[in-house]
């Protein structure tokens, strides 16, 4: 397995690790298929119960590398603008396959969780911040939108309105709204962050394990996620295409204020 997701079993727990804490652990294709295979393994380890999903470093992640946009070439083509929905698809698949997994899965948070390692987060059974930790989807300020899940489960969380509010205006959800709202099961201080991730695993732990499955298997069915994403991969289809999306780009890079255009 790639040494950019790490997984390490203790007993009942298994910890999955992103590890490329000098790139504040951005992630680019090749993480999302270490994550894909990381997943994939945690579901054959005897005698595991409850997975922990955390980020190395200073932070869990700050979102999409948007200096990897090359690795995509090599998997999807030198046109992949062009046609999104593959690499849409494989995305979301990879996402899709933590929230579809048979074991319960916590989110540990700190530092920053952003973008891409967000909608990572919210496709998690259970997120717990550190805090200080900075949470939020900018995708809008880069001209696109959250296309993983993020839009999706964010709405199903904490409804449409307070998604519309923190999509559109693409800013960091204040920590005790997070808690308030359901966004996050829990704040706490930085240094007891995986004590209370041990602790609430521990309880889960002392249930039924097939009650546990079938229980997330059930509450995760009641809405429709699939049609969800089949929207967000078409709008950003569009997004990614349009002069904004490249203005967006270049003015995060060079950390400047976007002059949108909108088209």
Same mark, same amino acid.
């Given at each position: ?27 680019? =294709? %090749? ?7 990381? +997943?994939? /393994?945690?579901? !054959? ?5 409850? &997975? ?20 995509? &070439? ?9 046609? *999104?929905? %593959? @690499? ?19 989110? *540990? ?18 997120? +717990? ?15 696109? +939108? ?19 509010? @923190? ?5 960091? &959800? ?13 704040? &706490? ?16 732990? !002392?249930?039924? %394990?097939?009650?546990? /499955? ?19 991969? =078409?709008?950003?289809?569009? @997004? ?12 995060? @890079?060079?950390? !400047?204020?976007?002059? =949108?255009?909108?088209?």
């Amino acid at each position: 397995m790639s040494s950019l997701i790490q997984v390490h079993q203790h007993d009942h727990l298994v910890e999955i690790i992103i590890n490329r804490p000098e790139k504040r652990n951005a992630i680019n =294709w %090749p993480m999302m298929e270490a994550l894909s295979s990381a +997943i994939d /393994s945690v579901e !054959q380890l005897k005698g595991a119960r409850v &997975v922990l999903l955390r980020g190395e470093g200073t932070g869990f992640s700050a979102g999409i590398d948007l200096m990897g946009f090359s690795d995509l &070439v090599e998997r999807f083509g030198e046109n992949w603008r062009d046609n *999104l929905f %593959p @690499l849409t698809a494989a995305y979301q698949a990879i996402v899709n396959k933590f929230e579809r997994c048979s074991l319960p899965i916590i989110a *540990l948070l700190h530092g920053y969780c952003l973008g891409l390692g967000f909608e990572l987060a919210l496709a998690c059974d259970f997120r +717990i911040a550190a805090e200080g930790t900075k949470i939020g989807l900018p995708e809008t300020r880069l001209g696109m +939108i959250p296309d993983v899940g993020g839009t999706t489960r964010l709405t199903r969380l904490i409804g449409s309105a307070r998604a519309k509010e @923190l999509i559109m205006t693409g800013r960091n &959800v204040d920590l005790s709204d997070a808690e308030r709202w359901g966004l996050v099961n829990y704040v &706490v201080p930085a240094d007891k962050l995986m004590t209370k991730a041990e602790n609430l695993a521990s309880e889960i732990s !002392q249930s039924a %394990p097939l009650a546990v /499955s079938y229980t997330k298997r059930v509450i995760d069915g009641i809405t429709d996620i699939d049609r969800g994403l089949s929207l967000e991969a =078409w709008a950003q289809s569009v @997004l990614m295409r349009s002069e904004d999306f490249s203005t967006g780009v270049q003015a995060m @890079l060079l950390k !400047q204020p976007a002059e =949108w255009k909108g088209k």
